[in-house]
């Protein structure tokens, strides 16, 4: 059982500071000297040392029964004992030191019995964080008990933990201020948007990061700033410790860090009560929004931004500071920045009031569900009646009052003013993701062409197939065209320099290299790679490994008919024309593609050796390269296109991958949501 604080139901961090009489003035003399480590801990002491204490420190020191100690000890709310023993005592004294000593050993308290030891064990403490984590026990409908043994299990070992406990009587605010006051290194608010919203209202402009652990019905804004919605996700970034600057704003001076909502937002949010969240849990929303669709009337809107007036006669208004896509009413753009200084409005009117039918509900539904796909490839919604803008400020009146919901929570109704706050919190959150290549080519690809990955797949894997032959054809016959016969002497040039080393030795050495470029060794190596790939039910590896192999086949075919392979007649002497011809047969394009594809896929398995396994691909697949050279078996071009078409082919297996990659976790993304949220608002 956790003993909780009676008076403030708080779980604070507390060191226990005994002494024997003649160690009091060396206790005193400790806490003075480090006041400024024990003023964030709760202090405890008999009710015999602090009476003596409290007439020579003002220290805040709480007397405590002693019996007491040995339960707090085992409860795992203390960290540190510190029992000022006098070494010449013969008589036992109370507690006994032995027995304190073995239990703090059993629960794995340090125990201090002089200066000495003590200063170490107060010095440890400078090593470790503080937080205050504010926990709302009634939010959402998990067991909170549990929640919260996990949340000690996986921080107490790395940081100093008060836990403070919202009730009926004490606010999350009220305990955010009291936490604001210690002056921790982090205050924590594990529940739902509410009690996180109430938490950074008191933490504006302080410096001191925010922490949130969700356990809400929404978590909009953990979605929104991608904080896991797990209890052991959150506490791992908690620990990781990366935070981003966050932007806040003032709604008719309400704090709001996601959104606040006019209209069909603020009905649906009214209409989904305690009691049907408690009911139906997230699906609450998707009931009372249904619902609302029936009830929403248009509402004359005038807004004032930047001097200017407009006017609309609006369905539904929306003005986030941060919202994720299942906060489909803000989605104006497809996505809200929560750190760049803007608010963004997003106004959705109609051409004409319609009657609640079935028909009109399913036609706003279709736009919602526009909205949210739009959100989650960030890209604007292609609705005639939807209008964005985005400012820091802004006033919005209406011709009759109209309920306002900020964060959740109903605060009033219009007329409605809007203030952004930049930068005013500091949350612990994932570090701010940078694009790779790929994503931005995904990216543009998906705002300004086709809404479709898929699409940006097929187009880039038939590109490599045509494009890589034609571009060179198109560069051997510029060459023939322009400079024939200057381009067939330097290739016999070539040939001819590289066979001058030739020796019998070697000969027999660049058979067995220029071997390894031929099908009857690619094929089989490819066939044991797809079927390990198989065996390793790693699908999408194995889906890249036969369009390599497929393509790599179509592309030697295209340039096989497009350069018009031929065969040198200079090759060394001890080889004959009908040894040559059998290799001649072989596909060195495929050899290029297989080798570079092995050491891929073994950089991926083995990341910290990958420099050396494309060194050694590219120094292999030279080799090969050089072996036909060497012993006359393709001109210098065929060698060039092969090398080059293969590695440029690969590179196209390898992003298509890599698209797929960003296909698959688009699609999680969004099962992830829906599962979580729903098509809802927050």
């Known amino acids: 059982m956790l003993d909780l604080e009676a008076s403030n139901n708080t779980l604070s961090a507390t060191v226990w500071l005994l002494a024997h009489d003649s160690q009091i003035s060396d206790l005193v003399k400790l806490i003075s000297e480090r006041a400024d480590i ?75 019995f002089n200066l000495p030891t003590a200063h170490p064990v107060l010095n440890s403490f400078l090593q470790t964080r503080v937080a205050h984590l504010i926990f709302n026990p009634v939010a959402g409908q998990r067991d909170s008990t549990q929640d919260l043994l996990q949340i000690r299990q996986i921080l107490s070992p790395w940081m100093h933990l008060h836990i403070h406990f919202t009730s009926r009587e004490v606010d999350a605010d009220q305990l955010a201020q009291q936490a604001v006051a210690a002056q921790p290194d982090l205050i924590i608010a594990s529940g739902g948007d509410g009690t996180v919203s109430l938490v950074a209202g008191q933490m504006l402009s302080t410096g001191i990061p925010l922490g949130v652990i969700p356990r809400g019905t929404a978590n909009a804004l953990s979605v929104a700033m991608g904080i896991p919605t797990t209890v052991a996700g959150a506490c791992q970034l908690i620990l990781a410790g990366t935070t981003r600057r966050f932007d806040a704003a003032y709604c008719n001076h309400h704090l709001m860090t996601l959104l606040a909502g006019i209209g069909l937002e603020a009905g649906t949010v009214g209409k989904a009560t305690r009691e049907l969240k408690n009911q139906w849990g997230v699906l609450a929303y998707l009931i009372a929004g249904w619902e609302q669709l029936g009830e929403q009337a248009l509402f004359n809107a005038e807004f004032e931004i930047e001097g200017q007036v407009h006017q609309f006669e609006a369905y539904a208004v929306t003005i986030a500071n941060a919202a994720p896509p299942t906060s489909v009413l803000a989605q104006g753009v497809g996505e809200v920045i929560f750190d760049d200084g803007l608010l963004d409005i997003t106004i959705i009117t109609k051409q004409e009031a319609q ?132 381009t067939q002497a ?61 393509g790599v086949r179509i592309i030697n075919y295209e340039l096989d008919l497009l350069l018009e392979y031929s065969q040198p007649s200079i090759h060394p002497p001890s080889l004959t024309d009908e040894e040559l011809a059998l290799l001649f047969q072989g596909n060195y394009l495929q050899g290029a593609v297989l080798y570079g594809l092995i050491a891929y896929l073994l950089a991926l398995r083995f990341p910290k050796m990958a420099r050396w396994f494309y060194v050694g691909a590219i120094l292999w697949v030279g080799a090969i390269g050089f072996s036909r050279l060497y012993l006359g078996i393709q001109w210098p071009f065929d060698v060039l296109a092969g090398i080059v078409s293969g590695f440029l082919w690969l590179m196209v297996c390898i992003v298509l991958l890599r698209l797929q990659d960003i296909r698959q976790a688009s699609k999680r993304q969004k099962r992830q949501m829906v599962a979580e949220s729903g098509f809802k608002t927050p």
């Open 38 to 112: 024990l003023q964030h801990y709760r202090l405890k002491t008999s009710a015999a040392v602090a009476h003596r204490l409290h007439r020579l420190t003002h220290a805040p020191i709480h007397a405590t029964e002693l019996n007491q100690l040995k339960a707090e000890v085992a409860s795992g709310n203390v960290l540190a004992v510190i029992f000022l023993i006098d070494p010449s005592l013969q008589t036992p004294s109370e507690p006994d030191v032995a027995e304190l000593s073995r239990l703090c050993s059993e629960h794995n308290v340090p125990f201090a």
């Open 490 to 550: 330097l290739e016999v040039n070539i040939l001819q320099f590289f066979q001058q080393f030739a020796t019998p030795s070697g000969n027999q050495a660049m058979l067995v290299i220029t071997r390894f470029g031929n099908p009857e060794i690619t094929v089989p190596i490819f066939l044991i790679i797809l079927g390990l790939l198989w065996w390793q039910r790693d699908y999408w590896k194995l889906l890249m490994g036969i369009t390599a192999f497929i």
């Open 355 to 486: 009657q609640p039918t079935i028909r009109s509900k399913l036609q706003a539904t279709r736009d919602f569900i526009n909205l949210y796909g739009s959100a989650l490839v960030k890209t604007k919604a292609d609705l005639p009646n939807l209008y964005h803008f985005r400012t820091d400020r802004l006033t919005l009146k209406t011709t009759y009052p109209e309920p306002i919901v900020v964060d959740g929570e109903m605060v009033g109704s219009t007329p409605l003013e809007v203030s952004c706050l930049p930068s005013a919190l500091t949350v612990v959150a994932p570090a701010k993701h940078r694009p790779s290549s790929v994503e931005k080519v995904a990216g543009f690809w998906v705002q300004r062409v086709f809404p479709s990955v898929s699409t940006l797949i097929a187009a880039l894997g038939l590109s490599g197939l045509i494009g890589l032959p034609l571009a060179f054809w198109l560069v051997k016959w510029m060459a023939n065209v322009w400079m024939p016969a200057r």
